[in-house]
């Protein structure tokens, strides 16, 4: 159980509300220094298993610990060692930036104040303005400076890039990565595969309240599901496409073939390539394309 | 200002305890200026008396001397308005303590710091006992002033008593509201429930001496506590104020450990 390596550690964990659904057998094994995705759809636990993790609501059953400490007796010292950002992010509105992270500063024994001055140029963020009038993406800006401003060991993203402009959600990105060149382990929940994908080591898939899946982001990607779809400039056959591994459902109306494919497209596109393609669209996989992805390989292995 | 919760609770009730106080510096104001027209008209004490016994013990007690600044005060202000007013800000206080950052979604941020959740409550049950303590001083401190200009001939110790008295009433009922806020969490529920109960006590205290089977009750009002051993004639009286103390202390208790043990709303 005193495994350095783990950050946090969870053993079937289990949330249960009267008719909501909460979380069941949750199990969680989150090693020092990885990003680690929490993926799946809004209402799928992953904001109950955060909520756990920070000792504001109580498992019906399970354990778990951060840091090898036990979360129901030992949270306050985890909690000086963390830095969490809320899913649905309210702060004071009566303060300005300055003024809050001052308050949370004082709270946590102090902060580098260099640091959070850069973090905020970064953002492009005006600390002296009230709280009240910014906007949602600026607000989400001030919940990421909290959380990553004393520097913590472990750092708890409830849906980090809400509200945030693509360039604000690259210097995000960036962030992550310095976080983890400094030795910090992430643990993210998102909604979005390929933001999981840019950032993450490793990702568990939750659905309905059931990790379903835990693998490497390398996994993820070979066994993603995408739909394809290729604009030839004369008709082709469905017949070749139809052999190639991991394709499937082919489609061909006159001069456009749709498929969907796991795993690399190499041999669809050399295949293509015979032809004279005028375009190739390639969908990102909905979540539940992902999850679809899992429960054919299920099914498949129970057969 | 912003080094701890009490702090920081303090200046986000800056402009809130402004506003009071000077609503309290009136209300002396008009009160102080009220008596030597009344003092010097006995007929307004006649036509007082001539009032039921219930009418007068309902909303001034059972002090009728309206001719002594002691008894015009305990009739016109000590008896209803002043305990109301310090029950309407402490319940005001307490209902929202915890219950309002919790249904704002404020909570979260502030309890994912290195701050015990009994912690978090005994830091605003503080806040709240300075803030009402700094109204009724206030309010001694304005008919202090006017004792001094209307001559009203008030022992300023004594004065000080029963608005301490009526400050320790105020907590009484302000930890009753952040006890229910803190064990459901709902603002409106807290208030509802302080300012309820603080009506029924109201009453029960008014109306015992006058309804024979309610009389035996009468100890079970925390406004016996406050007002009945008369502490602007005889000074705080020690048992009667403990009582109070020891209310509070056991809600402030209710509040931190049911606080502890429960889910926090999302």
Redesign the interface.
Known sequence: MTDNDSVIRAEQLTKLYGKQRGILDIDLDIRRGEVFGYLGPNGAGK?TTI?IL?H???PSRGNVSIFGLNVARKH??I??R?G?L?G?????N??TGA?LL???S????GVDWQYVREMAERFDYDLSQRIKTLSHGNRQKI?LI?AFMNKPELLILDEPTIGLDPLMQQEFYRLIGEARAEGSTVFLSSHIMPEVERVCDRVGIIREGRLIAVEDIDVLKERAIRRLEIHFAAPVSPGEFNNIEGVRDVQVHENILTCTIAGEIDTLVKTAARYHVLNLISHEPSMEEIFLAYYNQEDNSAM | MLCNVILKTLRDRRRSLLFWGLGMVALAVIMVAFFPVIRDAPFVSEYLESFPEEFMALFAGEITDYTSGEGFLNGELFFLMYPLLMLIYAIGFGSGAIASEEEKGTLDLLLSNPLNRWQLVLDKFIAMVICTLLVAAVFWAALAIGNVVVDMGLNLARLAAVCFSGFLLGITFGSIALAVGCARGKHGLSIGAGGALGVYAYLLNALAPLIGWLEPFQVASPFYYYIDANPLKNGLDPVHASVLIGLTAIFLVISMVTFERRDLAV
Do not use: D, K
């Not at chain 1, 649905?88 to 004071?92: A, G, H, I």
């Open positions: 904001t909520r920070l504001f609501i109580f306050l010292e909690r000086r963390i969490y809320p649905e992010l309210e702060v004071y009566n303060l003024e001052e308050f949370i004082h709270l946590r024994g919940g909290q």
